[in-house]
């Protein structure tokens, strides 16, 4: 049987972003990294005044902790941070999408792969709101300290639970925590249009 296939495009756009049937964007992206991270101490509950830096070291150990990294299967998807965690009461108005599979290792960051279900979510990406930001639980261990690159910190993060990424402008865990492109393709990677030698397409 004789085939003419013919692409819609002319070349294959390199990118991450792929689109499926449905029109949900399904991209990896560094949702979560190693190190420093600043915190302003109401973001704690700490006493004293609110507004002040607090140093929080999020060692490899626990970054990258397989307990860790199991808790992103299947962590919801949000724009923005919702005002607390995500539960079941709040699911339905925060929800954007879903990541799947573990988080893994990519140098000092966690990478993981993204599902973005909503179409205003994936009209956001787009136009720019493409750093990550993990939120989650966590032990906060008053230990202060110095890291082994010499960075004084105030508190040791441990046994950090996932429970959702969001999509912003500002990541604190700075600007390579992102989706891993910028240019999307604005469609399937590579539609094709096949007919048959009886006509039929």
Do not use: W
Request: one cysteine or more.
């Amino acid at each position: 049987m004789l085939l003419t296939i013919n692409d819609r495009v002319s070349h294959k756009v390199a990118t991450s972003r792929e689109y499926t049937d449905e029109g949900f964007l399904r991209v990896p992206g560094r949702v979560a990294r190693t190190g420093i991270q600043e915190y302003l101490a109401r973001e704690l509950d700490l006493p004293g005044d609110p507004n002040r830096i607090i140093r929080v070291y999020r060692p490899p150990g626990e970054v990258f902790n397989d307990a860790s990294l199991s808790t992103f299967d299947g962590a919801v998807i949000t724009i923005d941070h919702p005002s607390g965690l995500v539960t079941s009461k709040n699911y339905k108005k925060v929800a954007v999408g879903v990541v799947r599979g573990i988080g893994r290792q990519d140098g000092d960051y966690v990478q993981c792969d993204l599902i973005i279900q909503d179409a205003d979510a994936i009209a956001a990406i787009n136009s720019g709101k493409c750093e990550l930001s993990s939120g989650y639980t966590a032990v906060y261990d008053d230990a202060p300290g110095v890291t082994p690159d010499g960075e004084p910190y105030h508190y040791i993060q441990r046994d950090i639970k996932i429970n959702h990424v969001a999509a912003v402008y500002n990541a604190r865990a700075g600007t390579q925590a992102r989706v891993f492109d910028k240019n999307p393709t604005g469609g399937n990677t590579m539609p094709v249009l096949i007919t048959t030698d009886s006509g039929r397409s």
